[in-house]
C-alpha cells in the first residue's frame, strides 16, 4: 500500500503528531472524501484471504442510526489517541477481530460506528450478547414451525380441468406449493451470518458486551472466525430440491442467495467486540483478536460529543465537563451519557438556583454501581 500522509493532530500525552503512513482509518469520526478504501486497502494475509462469491453489492448506511450514536458529520472531532488507531488499523490489515475493554460507558461500541461511517463500510450489524445467545442464533434462524405450516396446511389444489358438457369425475392436477413455502423463506441470517456474507468490501459487525455470554461462546466462535464460512443444515439437507436458497439476511428487506446451504465470506468483516473486563476468555480466543484497552474520554473529546449532538453549544459547557471528569474520578467512572443528558436539560431551559442544579446533577451522575 502507497503511503498516505494526513494532517497533523493532537494525541492525547504527546501534543501534535503526523497521521502515520500507514494508516487507512484516521480516527476522525468524518467520512474520507480523498480516497476509497477498496483502493487503498492491501490485499489480506495468505491465511486471511477467503474466496466466498458471488461478490455482493455494498450496503447503504443507516444514517439515522449512525447519527443517532455519533451526531451529524461536518463538525471538529478530535482525533484519538495514535495509539489506539494504530490497534484499529492493525486489526483492519490483518482481517482480525478487534476486542474492546474498558469500563461501561465511555464509548466502547461507538468504535464501529465511528469505524463504518469514516471507511463508508454501510450499515453497522449488531450482536447483542445475552446469557442466552449462541453461536447459532448470531449466525441463522430457522422458523421450523413456519415451514411445516406452510407445507401442511397451505397447499392449494390446480384448477379442475374443463370438460365440454360438465366434469368427468377425474382428479384435478396435483397440489403445488403456495409461494413461501420454499424452504429459503424460513432462514434469516443473524448478524454474524450477514456479515460473513461474500461482500467486496468488509462489513462492520459490533458484537457487544461478550461478557454476558454463556461461558462456551468465546470457544464456539473460534471456527468461524478462524475460516470465514459456516453451513446452514437445513438448507444442505435440502440442496437437491432447492439448491439455491434466497433467504433473509439481519439488513431490513435485506435477501441474498445461498448455495448448497454453504456461506463463505470474501472480505473478512471489521468485527468489534466490546467487553466490560468482568471475565477473562480464553487464551485461543484472545489470540485471534487485537486487543485495545480504551481509555475514558478526554475533556475535547467530550466537548466535541456535546457539538456533535447540540447545535450552536460549543464553548457552554466546558465547566460542566470538567466537574464531570472530576466527579467521575471520584466515583469510580461515569457514562458519557450521564453527561448528554445534563447538557440537553440545561440547553433545554431548565434552571434553578446552585443548590438545586446541583441536587439534580447528584441524581443523574449517580455512579455506575448504584451505590449512592
Request: contains cysteine; charged residues 25%; aromatic residues 6%.
Amino acid at each position: 500500500m502507497s503511503g498516505v500522509h494526513h494532517p497533523a493532530d493532537k494525541d492525547r500525552t504527546t501534543g501534535p503528531v503526523t497521521s502515520r503512513s500507514w494508516w487507512i482509518y484516521r480516527g476522525t469520526g468524518q467520512p474520507l472524501t480523498d480516497i476509497r478504501l477498496g483502493d487503498v486497502l492491501p490485499k489480506p494475509p495468505g491465511w486471511r484471504t477467503f474466496d466466498g462469491g458471488p461478490v455482493l453489492p455494498p450496503v447503504p448506511p443507516d444514517s439515522a442510526e449512525t447519527d443517532r450514536r455519533l451526531g451529524r458529520t461536518g463538525r471538529a472531532t478530535p482525533r484519538q489517541d495514535a495509539h489506539d488507531i494504530d490497534l484499529i488499523n492493525t486489526a483492519l490489515l490483518l482481517r482480525r477481530p478487534l476486542l474492546v475493554t474498558g469500563r461501561p460507558g465511555i464509548g466502547k461500541s461507538t468504535l464501529a460506528y465511528l469505524i463504518a461511517r469514516e471507511l463508508g463500510l454501510g450499515r453497522v450489524l449488531h450482536w447483542g450478547i445475552t446469557s442466552r445467545s449462541t453461536l447459532r442464533s448470531g449466525l441463522y434462524e430457522y422458523d421450523a414451525i413456519g415451514r411445516a405450516q406452510a407445507s401442511l396446511g397451505h397447499l392449494r389444489p390446480g384448477p379442475a380441468p374443463a370438460v365440454p358438457g360438465g366434469t368427468d369425475g377425474t382428479p384435478g392436477p396435483a397440489a403445488e406449493p403456495e409461494p413461501g413455502s420454499r424452504i429459503g423463506d424460513f432462514v434469516r441470517l443473524g448478524p454474524l451470518g450477514t456479515a460473513l456474507l461474500p461482500y467486496e468490501l468488509p462489513r462492520v459487525l459490533l458484537v457487544d458486551e461478550l461478557d454476558k455470554s454463556d461461558i462456551d461462546l468465546p470457544n464456539d466462535l473460534l471456527h468461524v472466525l478462524d475460516n470465514g464460512t459456516y453451513t446452514i443444515p437445513e438448507l444442505v439437507r435440502a440442496r437437491r430440491r432447492e439448491p439455491v436458497s434466497h433467504v433473509h439476511t439481519d439488513d431490513p428487506e435485506g435477501t441474498v442467495p445461498v448455495t448448497d446451504g454453504l456461506v463463505r465470506c470474501r472480505a473478512f468483516p471489521f468485527i468489534v467486540i466490546t467487553s466490560n473486563g468482568e471475565r477473562q476468555f480464553p487464551p485461543a480466543f484472545l489470540r485471534r483478536c487485537v486487543r485495545l484497552d480504551v481509555s475514558p474520554p478526554r475533556e475535547d473529546q467530550l466537548a466535541a460529543m456535546i457539538a456533535a449532538h447540540f447545535e450552536n453549544q460549543e464553548g457552554r459547557h466546558d465547566a460542566m465537563i470538567r466537574q464531570f471528569i472530576e466527579r467521575g474520578r471520584d466515583h469510580g467512572g461515569l457514562a458519557t451519557d450521564q453527561l448528554l443528558n445534563a447538557v440537553y436539560l440545561r440547553s433545554a431551559g431548565v434552571r434553578g438556583d446552585d443548590e438545586a442544579w446541583g441536587e439534580l446533577l447528584e441524581a443523574l451522575w449517580r455512579r455506575l454501581s448504584g451505590a449512592p
